[in-house]
């Protein structure tokens, strides 16, 4: 029996920022549905921060959930030095003065300037329209004459024009690279760095709870799951997809879209309009988690706090020859990594492997023996920084996000119809958020 | 110079040096945050220190202000990329008032500039301009020293603040001069200052002598300290904008309607586009057109009223207050307001919070004055050439 | 004055020119001049004949942008430093010029090309990109369709788009040209050419084609529109053609400065530029660097923007937002110019048919992506993508009897590297064996090869090396454009330099425009006095 269901909108991934997206929806009152990939990713120690705008529509101050800000984004460099960055914008100007008193004065109007970047809308047409036509005094007035041309900058084009210090360079290109994955000398990859310095952009500490309440509150708005497979997606016109589920069910909706740019690439879906300069599709993501005999004890607590991450790129051009490795299909020599400690858990991020490997007949896939080179290779890495904190190793779990895993048989979904996804954005679930209500508030 | 509009989000406030002087002296215990500084706002009673400054002196901490020292060759060079100062026009010890202009013609940030030296000058400025000013030093030669944070700055302002100095054995002399003036062993630099309309002198001296000079001046010359909150009155009734609240500076605007020229807050003596080049003036010969919006100083019929409340005309807003006090001379709210240009020399109402409707009338300031006087010079200058 | 603007084009040859071509100098102020073009670029000489032909006294000065010869490496052979290829030749320019009546003439248009890919396999297209459905169709029958619909997509998008690239106002662009920009923009030719067919060879045709010469990334993100770019001029009445003048690069110089003369323009040779006269925010004319000065109300600068406004304005004199905007970041890679010279050669007709075609060699994916992070690294990379063509083949002159002139823009290649010299030779060993392997057995006739990387190119034409790697994004360049265009807003002050174009190559678009409106402004003043 073929079961028929409409919605308004149905979001193509069930990771949080999918969650928020289906939960804003349905407050407006669109009738949602999220269809579970299987792609998502595992819940790390860390999460996506909530922006105020999502945290007032979804009135989550009636939940029990509290959030909080992770202690401090810290860098490792291989001769014991260490930096940390804080969400406070002040602390963190105090920490790179200690670094360097002419780049300290200079963190406020840099954070400032990244962040009015992105206020601005990024459209190309209001990038380009000079107003000549409109006379000159309006183009006299044009305010952001700087800002505007820097639009395809590099982010090393600007960490340089801003910095002295090499270690905030290294560092700011490690956040950014971990972020997004780019070599950091592409043209305007300079928006990374408006994202990661973006007011809601820190990232949160309880994951799990964040994730528990999220559920909750889809459920209790009437935000239907579908777990079953899809088959294909067919549009028929602008304002009606068919997707077929493996299950036989099938469902239509008004409006499609995938919870991030990187599940609909690993779903195989084509993405709406032109990618942002930032999303880098050439890459996978790995997570390696290492569980230790006893608690960990992370590094550098004196200036990191509790619960601060730990980035390692010893200068912005380890994280440009960790892009170029991913290009030839190579898992780079010395990967920047994530780490993130959770009890006796030790939760490593390889943001760049390359999505195919590189071998003499063209490419391949990853095998069990790739994931396991891998997991050694960052466990010696790690050896070198983290000075003794790794010990007792008892077991090591290598994972790459948004690939299908080994034991999930799935057929690729059948479409012709680009879909739409949520620009890349260190903000997730603002960026999931607002497309969500756009395409709501347009049908 | 102006002390800043106040950001209510900033966090984590660092204490000037004067900060142990002030805090002792701080009775209300009424605090705000300057540019990540703290300030006091009330010392004890508003009316007082508002009196003191306008007819004796009083003792206020400039720790807020961003100071910069300039030096090398090409000092001058560099400050005219940056401010709208006449420096082609100032001596070794004078001072001179200018702004920061944007490329576009819009209004920064207000600034005072003093030569110290044959190629030092000291530059203050209201908010920090960090990155403007390395900008700046691109292909021109000079190095820029902050000292915002590892100096004392204490400031006497109001009619009497040269013999209260004088008292404390800081005498500057006749002159409009900067003086290397020896005090209780501490070497100080003393210059004559202005806030608003109001006149004063500076002292600027080590920050690990902070309490000394501090003390020595409030024992010799008997006079009390001021919180910014009746600097305010005293700022709005002179005329001077404040730049985060009377307007957004170009470099923080959001889109071009929210940019000012100079003509539009009624500072256009301090960017004279007659006289020597200075960063945006090309701008700002090039737009002829006239401003639709404009600051203008309102004196209430009412004692309170809250920035951000409507300028009505009939029964349509024309305008919107930016920042109010009350002033204990006029014994009335006075207010920054931003208008519509059509809508001057029309009566015009504010609406207060409960909705109250009071009589508003144009306030004319010291700072309107010299504005008018300029304008005028500038059309006897024009009909000249023509 | 008012007559003098209106005045028609034929007042005679040399009507203006005062004072006979000659050098500037000996310190004297000289006046009488309406405009001072500085540099003899291209678009300097576009600018001087638009100012003299509506009847403004224009002197340019040559100020170290000299005029481009053919330099002979080799007895007998012969290099163009510049670029040769003509792609898209502004047609009012050359109206305005009357080029054709001047000299510019081309010996070879039309040129066909012929594809070699890493796994040998090779695919030759006519020139007509419109009619590549049949080449393709014998190589890749079923890729055929949707690479000569994606062909079409891409002329079609650079037609509309060539107002842009030739530095129309986007207020004047049309919703339609606005939306492409928004659509194409930020896209990567690598992200667009994985959604428009299967067949991997001809992606790397595209890729080459796309990232030749632009000095971007084929996986860099805004680099899409330079292959758009590529192939929205016209060269010789040919969309996405290519064409040959006779005399090469310094052949279309010679007929730029005999057009220029002819509408009256004063040419002189030498004599550094010190700096642009300013007076009341208004050009007064040009100093020179022996303390003369050419007075005049207008100043066209053709130069590149770091000297025309840092060095010769002054940063004192430029708003300081206007100086960050016009600061071109320092490529790391970039393409070389090389020149082989060929010992006996055939000039049988089908030798002649074979090589008056470019010969491309297509890297795949991979390697290019090696050969460009080994440039970044400064290394030359093991396979590189090479543009080759035969000048000796359409003219004569270019090589002794008996003999050819081979040259290749080949890349990506370092931009600057601690031993120049190695990384020339190691360039050219790069060429050698890319030749050899499109034509195996050549590196037998060799006789002589010349490399000239960006550096040595923008020494020999006095601009600057960032804006000749060609290495910015087409939205960056666009950017930029915009604001250099604008001059800091010195009343009187035009730029044209390299900084102010955003086309493909060669054109003089910039100089047109920088002319009319030069032009305007003088009819303004006109009109207030």
Redesign the interface.
Known sequence: MKHRRQFDLVVIGAEPCGLVAAACAAREGAACAIIETGLEAPLGPSAPAIPNFVWRRLDLHETALTVEPVSAYVSLFKNGDKFATYKNDRRTAEAVRSQDPGDGALWEDFVGEMRSHTERSLSFRDFLVDGETAGAAQTAHTPHLMTDAAMTDALVTVLNDYFQNDTLKAHLAAIAGAAFAIGGEEPGSRLAASSICGDDAWRIKNAQALSETLDHLCASLGVARIMSPIESIDRQDPRTFIIDLSDGDEVRTGALMASSSRIARAAGLQIDGDPSPIFADENVEAVVTFTLSSDAEPPAQDIAGDSAIYYIAENPDEVRAARDAVLEGRTPDNPPLVIEFAGREVVVRAPYCPRMLASDEGSREWTGQDRQLLGARVAQRLAEYLNGALDGIETTDVRLLHIAPDDLDRAPIETSSPIAAPEPDADEIGAAARLALKLVANG | MIFPGIDETA??P?PTALYVATAEASIANSWTIIN?WTAPLVYSDIDEEYHALLTDAALVDFGPLCRYIIRGPMAS?FL???TTAPLDYIDIGESARGLIV?????VVDMVDVSRLGEEMYLLTTSR?????L???N???DATVE?ITGSIAALAIIGPKARESAAKAGLAIGGEDLAAQLTVRGVETSARPIHYGAQSGIEILYPYDEALTVWERVRRASKIGPAGVAALDALRIESGSPQPGADFVS???????A??R?PEALGLAHLAPVNRA?F???????????PESRVLHVLALDAEHIQAGAPVVRGGSVVGRVTSAAFSPRLKRAIAFADLDAGALGKPLRVEAKDGALHAATLFATPEQALAAAFKKSLENSTDLAS | MADAIDMNTDTGDGAFSASQEGRVGGGRIEGGYDAVVVGATIDGYVAAAYLAKSGLRTVLLEAGAEQPERRAFAPGFYADDGECLLRDLDTEAVNALNLYRHGLCYVQRRFGAMYYFSDQSSLAMNGDLFCAYETVADFDEAEADPFQRFLEQLLETGRELRPFFHGEPTGKLSAKTLKLIDFYGSSSIDQLLNRGFKNDRLKDLLRTEASIHSGLRPSDPHSFLSLIRRWSGEAAGLQGGCAFASGGFAGLYSALRRGAQALGVDIRAGGAIGSMLVEWDGAAGVQMADGGQIRAPIVINALGAARAFIDQLGPEHIDIEFQKSITTPEPRFTFAKVHIALSGAAKDDLTKKNLSRRLVYCPDAREVRVAYRMARDGEVGPALMAELTFPSIFEEGWAPENSHLAQAWIGPVPYRTDDMERTRKEVGRAALSTFEFIAPGVTDRVTAIDVQLTDDRANILGLPSTALSGYDAVLAQAQRARVARTASNVRGVFYCGPEAQISPGVNGAAGRRAGQAAIAYRRSLGAAA
Request: no cysteine.
């Open positions: 966090r984590d660092r990540g060079n005219s990329r940056i944007s490329a576009g013609g819009g920090p301009h960090a990155r403007r390395q900008l700046a691109r292909g021109v902050d170009a470099d923080d605007a959001a889109e071009p929210q940019v020229s080049w960063n945006g003036r090309r701008a700002l010969s090039v737009s002829r057109k």
